[in-house]
Nanobody
Framework: QAHLVESGGGSVQAGGSLRLSCLAS????????MGWFRQAPGKEREGVAG???????TYGDSVKGRFTISKDNAKNTLYLRMTSLKPEDTAQYYC?????????????????????????WGKGALVTVSS
């Protein structure tokens, strides 16, 4: 069973940057597809970015060119570097891990994982972007 803990959320002005981290339990990053999701008040949870065990990455259209997902297997840590932040990026951000169905999904469609295919979730980190 994977255990995920996010950190690095906070408040920033529009145009600023933040980096989220997700500390995962041993072997999680090399076993599962990892992803970042976000959920704004009144909206559905959406996939922001994904990274396979092989390091291949996928991004949602709204964050392409601004966000970068990466991982350090030796540190058991997943990252999301967010730049050129906009007020509409304000949301609770979640770290997630998914199995083979998740891998098939991102390989077939070239998009971030689907929330319905996630096996494990972190508790989330709040990101607030002010104008």
């Amino acid at each position: 069973q994977a255990h995920l803990v996010e950190s690095g959320g906070g408040s920033v002005q529009a145009g600023g940057s933040l980096r989220l981290s997700c500390l995962a339990s041993d072997y999680t990053l090399t076993t599962y597809v990892m992803g970042w999701f976000r959920q704004a008040p009144g909206k559905e949870r959406e996939g922001v970015a994904g990274i396979g065990s092989d390091g291949n990455t996928t991004y949602g259209d709204s964050v392409k060119g601004r966000f970068t997902i990466s991982k350090d297997n030796a540190k058991n840590t997943l990252y999301l570097r967010m730049t050129s932040l906009k007020p509409e990026d304000t949301a609770q951000y979640y770290c997630a891990a998914g199995g083979l169905s998740c891998l098939a999904y991102i390989r077939a469609l070239g998009v971030p994982p689907s929330a319905r295919l996630v096996d494990y979730w972190g508790k989330g980190a709040l990101v607030t972007v002010s104008s």
